[in-house]
């Protein structure tokens, strides 16, 4: 699961860039003049990768799965609850994007749509990771994501 989150996911992190959001905002265009560096390729495997996912997922979505099933009358982490979690810390995390986002592109409503949707897209299929097999797992994916991309912006645009 986690590879095929990879492989779809890496591409479908630039695809929409490339084809869709570019045509939207030349900020998103411009972004793609320069190719990535090895530090940058380094610091989006090791920071989204990790330090990310250890605090959205391993952290936020389990204190919220936390406080959600105990505020709940019969205190059980029911998937409703999980699922609960998931949504809101997606929405989180693509809400934490947000300030570079605007730093880089500035705030149209194209770019916060693309923020919203792909970031709170892919927290929440991390989020569905973590809680399907482990942080391990969504670590990987998230990490793997941003190197397949990476290497589809090296190689073909």
């Known amino acids: 699961m986690t590879g095929i989150v990879t492989l779809i996911g890496g591409a479908a992190l630039i695809l929409p860039d490339v084809f869709i959001f570019s045509r939207f905002s030349e900020a998103v265009a411009d972004s793609y003049l320069q190719k990535p560096s090895i530090n940058y390729i380094i610091t989006s495997l090791t920071y989204g990768g990790v330090v990310e996912e250890v605090m959205m997922r391993l952290f936020l979505m389990s204190l919220v799965v936390l406080i959600i099933s105990r505020l709940r009358a019969d205190k059980e982490v029911t998937g409703g609850v999980v699922l609960a979690s998931n949504i809101i810390v997606a929405l989180v995390f693509a809400a934490g994007h947000l300030p570079s986002t605007a ?3 500035g705030i149209t409503v194209p770019i916060l749509i693309r923020c919203f949707l792909m970031n709170g897209g ?8 973590y809680q399907k097999y482990g942080i391990y797992y969504a670590m990987l994916a998230h990490a793997g994501v941003h190197l397949v991309s990476k290497l589809i912006w090296i190689l073909f645009i």
């Open 122 to 129: 892919f927290g929440f299929v991390f989020g569905y990771l």
């Open 103 to 105: 730093m880089t592109m």
